[in-house]
């Protein structure tokens, strides 16, 4: 069973960031950064977040501030870099104050960024460790510009874990991939394999390290156990002996002075040796919880004062790990930490799962948030209160289910206070009864503002029976609690599209009653309204038409996406002529089934729902692209950078401007597409 769960570790650790203990549940990304959320509350409490407007091409950033923290490094100038789970690369010259975004490593939106290494020699020169989330591949990466632009320096096909520059020889690099180790003696122009392709046990590596002052001693750490080689490579030696059998090693630090002592974190704890890994012992001071320690650093101006990046904290201790000390809250799920000696202060930076970027000026003893530039959140969903397009609400992910608010369409940020409901809230709606919430685990809840609370809200189908009741007697109706895909204002009523059929919302209460749907399938993915008060619906996997509350009359759609039907909306000012999204790309057409693709530039793929800005229409694709026609359909324009790439869940026209919620990027609005 250990070796068992250890080899799901190392599956989950590949496909998704996924952690666990060698003996517990495999989590996934989302999951691991749940656990921050009491201590973010205490942050949104105390202060509204502030947005840090970055302005890309035509873009603005609006936050909120903050994200996942892969990798930090420190160059030889004092400058920072931070690398994320979608390539991205930011910078920081003023020792963690404030971010500023420079570039992509790895070119795709799924680049995790592993490890940054600058160049000892040359602070503009950094080489990265890359692996791909959706697809195998990766490959270390090449910066000579201070990350603003990347080059593939090698191993393409190769999902990179480790990455290290020797000290005693600046030309030597190690790199550790899934099938083994590779060695440049030619500063990173060309690489070969030092461990057999046929040894199992020698693959999979999560760690390296160099002897500082022999580069021909190199420590891997594997997802099962550590190994060592004094030849370069021409000779392993398993050096496991100390560790519990299986542990997946992933990280690995030679002591600066002592190169006889080293130290390891592994799914089963931190371990140290005193005779270069002959043997190991583990180190007691860190709770059995907190064992999943990503990231062991030394401090370069005390080589007694190590940091430990734990799932439950950052640790440290000053005694070469016989005592530890948790400096930050449990909550904090650190995975990267890096410690910039100074004259006057020591500044350690923490890199987190949900809090960003912590900071700490008085050596560790107290961390502040310090995202400032730095936004790079999750938006699982997006809502705008048409009415007052400046009132939005937001779920981020790694907020355990806790919402953020801003009042000034985007440039700040609260908490949005309420208790949130035990079940876990979905989408995000509004209407002018109020925000609603589908629920993951099915049914709706409404946000009730006199008690601030959410409030799961019934939908009750009244039954109908071919005999009437006996006197005194009350038919009941029955409780549904269905998928709920979107609520819509349409003629003054609020509806609720659901796998279960339409309801409406029953004036002043807080009850949905079933909508009588002739000809209607019950599943109702999607849910539109027209400038005439009719109703557009995709259900059962077809387009549907409702006109002035009449029966439901479907219409053809294009033959070969009959499958694949996604969204349906009027253009403006033309009820005659629809936008329909499919798998296969965009259409236009209308009641009479007569459809076009839409092309001139706008991808043939599948897309979310547009928004309408005047003239001006914008389309996100789910795969990562944003389209932009300014004249009518006529002609479309792709208006992202490499800054903006990334899937998107929601897109909307706000004061006469697009404002989408990505899923990498935060809330991002476009600033060159105002209406003249």
Request: charged letters at 20%; hydrophobic letters at 40%; aromatic letters at 8%.
């Amino acid at each position: 069973m250990f070796r068992m769960l250890c080899v799901i570790l190392s599956i989950q650790r590949m496909r998704g960031l996924g952690e666990t203990t060698c003996s517990g549940p495999v989590f996934f990304l989302q999951s691991r950064v749940r656990a921050a959320a009491s201590f973010l509350f205490a942050i949104f409490v105390l202060c509204p977040v502030m947005a840090a407007p970055a302005r890309g091409q035509g873009w603005t950033r609006l936050g909120p501030p903050g994200g996942m923290v892969v990798s930090l490094a420190a160059a030889s100038d004092g400058t920072v870099y931070l690398g994320t789970p979608d390539g991205h690369v930011f910078a920081s010259s003023d020792r963690g104050l404030g971010w500023q975004l420079r570039g992509r490593a790895g070119g795709r939106p799924d680049s995790v960024v592993q490890q940054i290494v600058p160049d000892q020699r040359n602070a503009q020169r950094l080489l990265a460790a890359v692996w791909f989330r959706n697809a195998a591949g990766g490959g270390v990466f090449e910066s000579v510009d201070g990350a603003r632009t990347w080059n593939l320096a090698a191993f393409g096909e190769e999902a990179v874990r480790a990455l290290e520059q020797s000290r005693s020889d600046a030309k030597m690099w190690i790199a550790g991939t899934r099938s083994g180790v590779f060695r440049s003696t030619d500063d990173a122009k060309s690489w070969q394999r030092i461990t057999r392709a046929d040894d199992p046990e020698l693959q999979n590596v999560d760690s390296l390290a160099f002897d500082p002052n022999d580069a021909q001693t190199i420590f891997v750490g594997t997802y099962h156990l550590p190994w060592k080689t004094t030849d370069g490579g021409k000779t392993w030696n398993s050096i496991g002996e100390g560790m519990i059998d299986d542990s997946d090693v992933m990280s690995l630090r030679v002591d600066a002075n002592d190169s006889r002592r080293v130290f390891s974190s592994a799914c089963s704890g931190i371990y140290r040796s005193e005779n270069g890994g002959a043997s190991w012992t583990k180190l007691q001071g860190i709770p059995y919880s907190s064992r999943r320690t990503q990231q062991i650093v030394q401090d370069p101006n005390d080589s007694r004062t190590l940091y430990a990046a734990t799932t439950e904290g950052l640790w440290t201790t000053s005694d070469y790990g016989e005592t530890w000390r948790r400096t930050t809250s449990r909550e904090t799920d650190a995975n990267t930490v890096v410690v910039l000696p100074g004259q006057k202060e020591k500044i350690i930076l923490a890199g987190t799962s949900a809090l960003g970027i912590l900071r700490s000026a008085d050596g560790g003893s107290s961390f502040a948030v310090s995202n400032d530039g730095f936004s790079h959140r999750v938006i699982a969903s997006l809502a705008v209160n048409a009415q007052d397009p400046r009132l939005l609400l937001a779920r981020p992910e790694g907020l355990g289910g806790k919402l953020l608010a801003s009042e000034d369409a985007g440039h700040t940020w609260t908490e949005f206070g309420g208790k949130v409901p035990k079940k876990t809230l979905d989408q995000l709606f509004w209407s002018p009864v109020g925000w609603w919430a589908s629920l993951s685990e099915r049914g709706l809840a409404i946000f009730d503002s006199s008690t601030k609370t959410w409030r799961s809200v019934l939908f009750r189908q009244t039954l109908s029976s071919p005999k009437r009741p006996p006197p005194g007697r009350r038919t009941n109706p029955r409780e549904v609690v269905p998928r709920v895909n979107a609520v819509l204002e349409a003629g003054g009523k609020t509806l609720a599209a659901t796998d279960d059929g339409m309801w409406e919302l029953i004036a002043g209460r807080m009850e949905f009653r079933r909508l009588q749907t002739k000809n209607l399938p019950s599943t109702v993915g999607y849910l539109a309204s027209t400038a005439n008060r009719s109703l557009l619906a995709i259900a059962g996997g077809e387009l549907w038409s409702n006109v002035n509350n009449g029966e439901w009359n479907r219409v053809a759609a294009p033959t070969s996406d009959m499958a694949g039907l996604q969204w349906v909306a009027e253009v403006p000012n033309d009820p005659m002529q629809w936008l329909l999204g499919t798998q296969k790309g965009v259409f236009l057409g209308g009641p009479n089934g007569d459809w076009r693709l839409l092309g001139n530039g706008l991808a043939a793929t599948a897309s979310v729902p547009p928004a309408f800005a005047g003239p001006r229409l914008l389309i996100a694709m789910r795969n990562g692209g944003l389209y932009e026609s300014p004249n009518g359909l006529k002609s479309w324009r792709r208006v992202d950078t490499d800054q903006e790439r990334g899937r998107v869940s929601r897109v909307f026209a706000i004061e006469k401007r697009f404002m989408i919620g990505s899923e990498q990027e935060g809330i991002l609005l476009r600033t060159n597409s105002e209406i003249q």
